[in-house]
Nanobody, 123 residues
Framework: QVRLAESGGGLVQAGDSLRLSCAAS????????MAWFRQAPGKEREFVAR????????YYTDSVKGRFIISRENAKNTMYLQMNSLKPEDTAVYFC????????????????WGQGTQVTVSS
């Protein structure tokens, strides 16, 4: 249906910024609501942000509001997560996901996932 590949992770200091990208292959990118989740070792996969098919609606978990920005460029088949003022507690593998329906904050509602990109924030 669609394949996803994350990039842009890395090792940064607290307070730094990163921009994650999610590149999609396929011809139906604009028909998918999308989201970012993250997962630290030993923890459940956690919702971070979601975005509607058109990109006009965005929603964030409280812990990243005001720091992270989710966006998408449908013409480029790419979704982004701009992460500012990073904190050590943001350390996790970040996953891009897509759903051919309305966006969700529940990981189990998504079946299409990228491989993840590691974000490590040191204090």
């Amino acid at each position: 249906q669609v394949r996803l590949a994350e990039s842009g992770g890395g090792l940064v200091q607290a307070g730094d910024s990163l921009r994650l990208s999610c590149a999609a292959s396929g011809r139906t990118f604009s028909s998918y609501a999308m989201a970012w989740f993250r997962q630290a070792p030993g923890k459940e996969r956690e919702f971070v942000a979601r975005i509607s098919m058109s990109g006009s609606r965005q929603y964030y978990t409280d812990s990243v509001k005001g720091r992270f920005i989710i966006s998408r460029e449908n013409a480029k088949n790419t979704m982004y997560l701009q992460m500012n003022s990073l904190k050590p507690e943001d350390t996790a593998v970040y996953f891009c996901t897509a759903r051919a329906s309305s966006a969700s904050t529940i990981a189990g509602d998504y079946a299409i996932w990228g491989q993840g990109t590691q974000v490590t924030v040191s204090s």
